[in-house]
C-alpha cells in the first residue's frame, strides 16, 4: 500500500487531483429552475442516470442563453428555441464534424420536458403561462447500424491484450470478460457490487439498469473463471478500503463508467484495432456472434435490457452468417465454378 501511495499521492486520489471547480451557471434564474426540474424528477422516481444526462442537454442550453444575455424562463420563445435548433445543426466541433443527428435530438428532447413541467406542474416563481417547445419539432432519427462491428478475432485481441500479470491488468482482464459475455452497458457495469455476481449459478444481477429495471443475465464459464481470478489476487491488492463495488480503480475506488470505457480503449489500441467504439463494442458483439450462433432475438432482448425488441431488431441486420450460408447454397454466382473447357474451332475442310 505505501508503494501505491508513493506512485499515486493521497490514497483514494490521482495525485494532481484539484477537486470540483465552481459553478460558474449557479446564479442565473434559468440554472435554478433547471435544479427545481431536476428535483421533482427524482421526487416522481427518476434515476441518477437519466437526471445527468438532461443536465448535461439542459446546462449546454443555458450556457447559450447566458451568452445572448437571456437568463429567465419566462424570456424563452419558440423562436428562441427555434434559433438554438439552427445554432446545434450549424455547430461544428473543433475537428470540424457536426452534431450527429442523434446528440442534436439528445439536446433538444430534455428541453420539451423542462418546459412543460415549467408550463403545467411547476410552483412560483418558476410558473410559466406557455410552453415554447410544445410545437418544437425535432430532427428525424434515422434507423442506424452499429458503426463498427468485432468479429470473434478481434474480440479475442482485445481480450488477451489485457495483461493479467499485474492487479490492474488482471482486473482489466476480467472487466472485458464480463462486458463480452454478458453484453452490459458500462454504468452497468460500473454499479455492480461484490455479491452482483454469482459464480456458482453463473449470473450476474443488474439492479437499476436503463429505465431503472432490474434483470438478471447469464455468465458465461470463461468470464467467471476470471471474475474468481481477480477476486481472489486482484481486487484485495486494490481495495484502499472497505468497498463493496465489484469493481475498483488503481486508487481503490469504484470504477466510473469513463474508467470502464478507458480500459476497452486501452486494449483496444494494444490489440492494433483502429475501429470506433469502446464499451459498446464489446456490447455489439455479444449480440451478433449469438445471433450468428442461432440464439433468438427475443432472448437478445432480455439480455441487453431493451424495452423494446424494435431496438433489438436492428442487430439482425449485421448478423448475417445464416444469410450467406443460404446465399452461399442458392445463389448460382454464390462460388467460383471452374471454367468451362471452350469448344474446339470448327473444322475448315468438314465445314
Partial sequence: MKARRERFGKPGRPAGWAGQKADTLAHLPLARAM?????????????????????????????????????????????????????????????????????????????????????????????????????????????????????????????????????????????????????????????LRRYDADLARLVVFVREGKGRKDRMVPLGERAALWLDKYLVESRPRLLGAASEALFVTDWGEPVSPEFVADAVRRAKTRAGIAKPGATHLLRHACATHMLDNGADVRHIQVLLGHASLATTERYTHVAIAKLQQVHAKTHPAARVSPLVTPLPPPDEEGG
Fill in 35 to 191: 435544479e427545481a426540474h431536476f428535483e421533482a424528477l427524482l421526487v416522481a422516481g427518476y434515476s441518477a442516470d437519466t437526471i445527468r444526462g438532461r443536465r448535461i442537454a439542459l446546462r449546454r442550453f443555458i450556457a447559450w442563453c447566458d451568452e445572448r444575455g437571456l437568463a429567465d424562463p419566462r424570456e424563452i420563445t419558440k423562436p428562441i428555441l427555434e434559433r438554438y435548433q439552427r445554432h446545434l445543426f450549424h455547430y461544428r466541433k473543433p475537428n470540424g464534424a457536426p452534431l450527429a443527428i442523434g446528440t442534436q435530438f439528445g439536446c433538444l428532447t430534455p428541453l420539451r420536458t423542462w418546459f412543460k413541467w415549467l408550463a403545467q406542474d411547476a410552483a412560483p416563481p418558476w410558473r410559466i403561462l406557455l410552453n415554447p417547445a410544445a410545437d418544437l419539432p425535432l430532427p428525424h432519427l434515422p434507423r442506424l447500424l452499429p458503426r463498427a462491428l468485432l468479429n470473434v478475432a478481434e474480440v479475442e485481441a482485445v481480450l488477451v491484450a489485457a495483461d493479467p500479470a499485474s492487479p490492474e491488468g488482471l482486473r482489466d482482464r476480467a472487466m472485458l470478460e464480463v462486458l463480452y459475455s454478458t453484453g452490459l452497458r458500462r454504468t452497468e457495469l460500473a454499479k
